[in-house]
Protein backbone atom coordinates (compact mmCIF):
# COMPACT_ATOMS: atom_id res chain seq x y z
CA UNK A 1 0.00 0.00 0.00
CA UNK A 2 1.16 3.54 -0.60
CA UNK A 3 0.89 5.75 1.51
CA UNK A 4 0.18 9.47 0.53
CA UNK A 5 2.15 12.56 2.01
CA UNK A 6 0.27 15.15 4.34
CA UNK A 7 -0.21 17.98 1.87
CA UNK A 8 1.57 21.09 4.29
CA UNK A 9 -0.15 24.76 3.24
CA UNK A 10 1.53 27.74 4.26
CA UNK A 11 -0.85 30.92 4.99
CA UNK A 12 1.20 32.95 2.41
CA UNK A 13 0.35 30.18 -0.44
CA UNK A 14 -3.30 31.56 -0.88
CA UNK A 15 -1.61 34.50 -2.10
CA UNK A 16 0.92 32.73 -4.27
CA UNK A 17 0.73 32.66 -8.61
CA UNK A 18 1.48 29.08 -8.50
CA UNK A 19 -1.45 28.24 -6.16
CA UNK A 20 -4.02 25.72 -7.64
CA UNK A 21 -6.85 26.00 -4.97
CA UNK A 22 -7.03 22.21 -5.14
CA UNK A 23 -7.48 20.07 -2.23
CA UNK A 24 -5.52 17.67 -3.36
CA UNK A 25 -2.35 19.57 -4.70
CA UNK A 26 -1.49 22.80 -3.12
CA UNK A 27 1.02 24.30 -6.16
CA UNK A 28 2.41 23.61 -9.78
CA UNK A 29 5.92 23.59 -8.10
CA UNK A 30 5.27 22.02 -5.19
CA UNK A 31 1.99 20.10 -5.36
CA UNK A 32 1.97 18.84 -1.61
CA UNK A 33 3.73 21.96 -0.62
CA UNK A 34 6.93 23.11 1.07
CA UNK A 35 8.71 21.27 3.51
CA UNK A 36 9.62 24.15 5.87
CA UNK A 37 8.52 27.23 7.39
CA UNK A 38 9.26 29.20 4.16
CA UNK A 39 8.46 28.05 0.41
CA UNK A 40 11.60 28.84 -2.22
CA UNK A 41 9.27 29.31 -4.96
CA UNK A 42 6.60 32.06 -3.88
CA UNK A 43 5.30 34.84 -5.90
CA UNK A 44 2.80 36.96 -4.78
CA UNK A 45 0.33 37.19 -7.39
CA UNK A 46 -1.03 40.27 -8.41
CA UNK A 47 -4.98 39.29 -8.85
CA UNK A 48 -5.14 37.67 -5.52
CA UNK A 49 -7.45 39.73 -2.93
CA UNK A 50 -5.09 40.72 0.07
CA UNK A 51 -6.00 38.83 3.87
CA UNK A 52 -6.91 41.03 5.99
CA UNK A 53 -5.10 39.83 9.71
CA UNK A 54 -6.29 42.12 11.80
CA UNK A 55 -6.57 41.75 15.88
CA UNK A 56 -9.41 42.73 17.63
CA UNK A 57 -8.35 43.40 21.53
CA UNK A 58 -9.20 40.55 23.00
CA UNK A 59 -8.55 37.98 20.57
CA UNK A 60 -5.51 36.00 18.66
CA UNK A 61 -5.21 33.82 15.40
CA UNK A 62 -3.85 30.36 15.83
CA UNK A 63 -2.86 28.81 12.98
CA UNK A 64 -4.67 30.83 11.06
CA UNK A 65 -7.69 31.08 12.98
CA UNK A 66 -8.97 33.90 15.19
CA UNK A 67 -9.93 32.78 18.22
CA UNK A 68 -11.55 35.51 21.22
CA UNK A 69 -9.89 34.95 24.19
CA UNK A 70 -11.90 34.87 27.48
CA UNK A 71 -12.02 38.32 29.42
CA UNK A 72 -9.72 38.69 31.82
CA UNK A 73 -11.43 40.48 35.29
CA UNK A 74 -8.21 41.68 36.55
CA UNK A 75 -4.59 42.61 35.13
CA UNK A 76 -1.48 40.53 35.70
CA UNK A 77 -0.04 42.68 38.71
CA UNK A 78 -3.69 42.52 40.61
CA UNK A 79 -3.89 39.01 40.31
CA UNK A 80 -0.01 38.90 42.47
CA UNK A 81 -1.57 41.28 44.65
CA UNK A 82 -4.68 38.81 45.25
CA UNK A 83 -2.43 36.27 45.79
CA UNK A 84 -0.03 37.97 48.41
CA UNK A 85 -2.86 39.25 50.29
CA UNK A 86 -6.03 37.04 49.81
CA UNK A 87 -6.82 35.11 53.01
CA UNK A 88 -7.76 31.67 50.90
CA UNK A 89 -4.00 32.04 50.19
CA UNK A 90 -2.73 33.91 53.66
CA UNK A 91 -5.61 32.54 55.77
CA UNK A 92 -4.95 36.10 57.32
CA UNK A 93 -7.27 38.88 57.35
CA UNK A 94 -5.20 41.51 55.32
CA UNK A 95 -6.19 44.58 57.08
CA UNK A 96 -6.04 43.19 60.78
CA UNK A 97 -4.05 39.88 60.09
CA UNK A 98 -6.61 37.92 62.13
CA UNK A 99 -6.01 33.96 61.01
CA UNK A 100 -9.03 32.39 59.87
CA UNK A 101 -9.71 28.47 61.07
CA UNK A 102 -8.40 26.36 58.17
CA UNK A 103 -11.48 24.16 58.55
CA UNK A 104 -10.99 23.06 54.53
CA UNK A 105 -14.63 23.13 53.89
CA UNK A 106 -15.64 25.30 50.23
CA UNK A 107 -15.75 28.70 52.13
CA UNK A 108 -17.09 31.29 49.44
CA UNK A 109 -16.49 34.23 51.57
CA UNK A 110 -13.62 35.39 54.06
CA UNK A 111 -14.99 38.31 55.78
CA UNK A 112 -13.00 39.16 58.98
CA UNK A 113 -15.27 38.99 61.93
CA UNK A 114 -12.32 41.03 63.91
CA UNK A 115 -12.28 44.33 61.75
CA UNK A 116 -15.01 43.77 59.51
CA UNK A 117 -13.06 43.30 56.21
CA UNK A 118 -15.47 42.36 53.70
CA UNK A 119 -14.47 39.89 51.10
CA UNK A 120 -15.80 41.77 47.67
CA UNK A 121 -13.83 39.35 45.11
CA UNK A 122 -16.25 37.18 44.49
Known amino acids: MIKSRAIRKL ?12 PFIVCAILPAGPVGA ?11 EPVELWE ?9 ELVL ?5 WSREQQLELLDTHPMFTGKCPSCGY ?7 ARV ?4 PECGWMDDSV
Open 69 to 73: QPPQR
Open 11 to 22: PECDRCRFYSGS
Open 109 to 112: HYDC
Open 99 to 105: IFERDYS
Open 38 to 48: ECPHFAPDPNA
Open 56 to 64: PEGATYYNG
